[in-house]
């Protein structure tokens, strides 16, 4: 059950009726919007104060993230907002591998119109024999990127140990499909405070991720930015299957805005961009997309990254799709 509190009124006797009931309650303040979430619902359910503004019986496992009590969240990275009526191209290599390489993609992906930065430090990969990622200095080359190009950056959290480190550098945090249930690590993110965003896992029901984006929630953290990268189906012929089912129907259930990554589901470059077109005219309101200067010769995920020249045609007709659907880019 939520309870949505009046602006400052005074909750103390409140508190003590949610106490009395021995419900299990944690306080949460969103935007500074208090809310106070209890279960199980039953133990609450009669509970009547002056400073409830509203009571919501959610129906679903997840409840701050549900849209039962609240339209729309955007999400401002840095200046950049997600959720509005722009769409947000974050793009750049999957993995950081060196500062020329890093500042020619970004600077590339601005000219054409990206607003986001991506690029992984720390990468969680399949086998331990492959590149892991250049780590604390990816995060250096990373922030000078920044500083030159000026664009905010996305970069992968992997582990608790490391979100105050990533953090400093990260101006959105990333939970990879790997680790999206990953409890300790969403309750660390958070905490933190910074943006996250919250990759779906390959394995995921749509309910069970959006309660993965309830673990940041009940840290007092609302900004957050889902993100479908396919799924695992019986059909191997692609790298995994994006669900745009599944990315329309979490659309319904929360206030959360929404990204794709086209990338990963298509394993191989010439499906990104007909995936980024669809996931744009379904209504995504952010694309995560790989780009590198040279794709034959990245470390990770080669077959699937895409040249400056392809992300640039991308980028063309994306414009005339979200004008198709009443947005920009
Ligand atoms: C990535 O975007 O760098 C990545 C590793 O993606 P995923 O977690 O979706 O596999
Ligand atoms: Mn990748």
Redesign the pocket.
């Known amino acids: 059950m939520l309870f949505i509190l009046k602006d400052n009124a005074d909750t103390s006797q409140f508190i003590e009726k949610i106490k009395m009931s021995s419900a299990s309650y944690k306080y949460v303040d969103l935007d500074g919007r208090r809310v106070v979430v209890a279960w199980p619902d039953k133990y609450v359910e009669g509970i009547a104060d002056e400073s409830i503004a509203m009571k919501v019986k959610v129906q679903t496992p997840f409840q701050l993230a549900s849209k039962t009590w609240r339209d729309k969240t955007v999400v401002n990275v840095d200046g950049v907002e997600i959720g509005s009526r722009k769409v947000v191209v974050a793009a750049g290599p999957?993995?950081v591998e060196d500062e020329s390489s890093v500042i020619e993609v970004a600077k590339a992906v601005k000219r054409v119109g990206a607003s986001m930065l991506?690029g992984?430090a720390f990468?969680?990969r399949t086998s331990p024999y492959t590149f892991q990622g250049l780590g604390i200095k990816g995060l250096e080359i990373l922030k000078k990127a920044k500083e030159a190009i000026g664009l905010p950056i996305v970069t992968?959290v992997l582990d608790t140990r490391n979100v105050t480190l990533v953090a400093s550098y990260a101006d959105m945090l990333?939970i990879?499909?790997?680790?999206a249930q990953n409890f300790a690590l969403l309750k660390e993110v958070g905490k933190s405070g910074k943006a996250v965003l919250l990759?779906r896992g390959?394995w995921m029901t749509v309910d069970e991720w959006l309660s993965s984006a309830e673990y940041i929630l009940l840290e007092g953290n609302s900004k957050i930015v889902l993100?479908e990268?396919?799924i695992r189906t019986f059909e191997r012929a692609t790298r995994f299957t994006l669900d745009i089912t599944g990315m329309v129907y979490a659309k319904t259930q929360t206030h959360l805005p929404i990204a794709v990554?086209p990338?990963?589901p298509a394993g191989r470059r010439d499906l990104v961009e007909p995936l980024a077109l669809a996931s744009i005219a379904a209504g995504a309101d952010m694309l995560?997309i790989?780009v590198h200067n040279n794709p034959e010769k990245a470390l990770s995920?080669s077959e699937q990254q895409l040249t400056v020249k392809e992300f640039e045609k991308l980028m063309e007709r994306l414009k005339l799709i979200a004008e198709a659907v009443g947005r920009t880019i």
Do not use: F, T, V, Y
Not at 176 to 179: C, K, L, Y
């Open positions: 999957c993995a991506r992984g990468k969680p992968e990333q990879g499909a790997r680790n990759k390959m993100c990268r396919g990554d990338s990963h995560l790989e995920d």
